[in-house]
């Protein structure tokens, strides 16, 4: 059983900064692939940003330059980096770990909110 816990979140003004942070228990996590996803209100969750195993890193575009994804695994550790958050930034973040189709767990989430 793998837990992933969320911690960063909070109130932020827009063109601001915010790092998220997602702590992983267990020994899988320099094996995983880890996802940092959102979800506003009334929408889908959405992929924000990946990073694999070997460190390979993807972004939706809407985040493409903005937000950093990183991974420590000597702490068990992924981030996310968010610069000049803007309001459509505004979401619940969660981090998803993977490893292959079996394995699949997410965090509980961390409220974001972009207001001056």
């Known amino acids: 059983q793998v837990q992933l816990v969320e911690s960063g979140g909070g109130l932020v003004q827009p063109g601001g900064s915010l790092r998220l942070s997602c702590a992983a228990s267990?020994?899988?996590?320099?094996?995983?692939?880890m996802g940092w996803y959102r979800q506003a209100p009334g929408k889908q969750r959405e992929l924000v940003a990946g990073i694999t195993s070997s460190s390979r890193t993807n972004y939706a575009d809407s985040v493409k330059g903005r937000f950093t994804i990183s991974r420590d695994n000597a702490k068990n550790t992924v981030y996310l980096q968010m610069n000049s958050v803007k309001p459509e930034d505004t979401a619940v973040y969660y981090c998803r770990l993977r490893l292959g189709v079996i394995v699949d767990y997410w965090g509980q989430g961390t409220q974001v909110t972009v207001s001056s």
């Open positions: 267990g020994s899988i996590f320099s094996s995983s692939d």
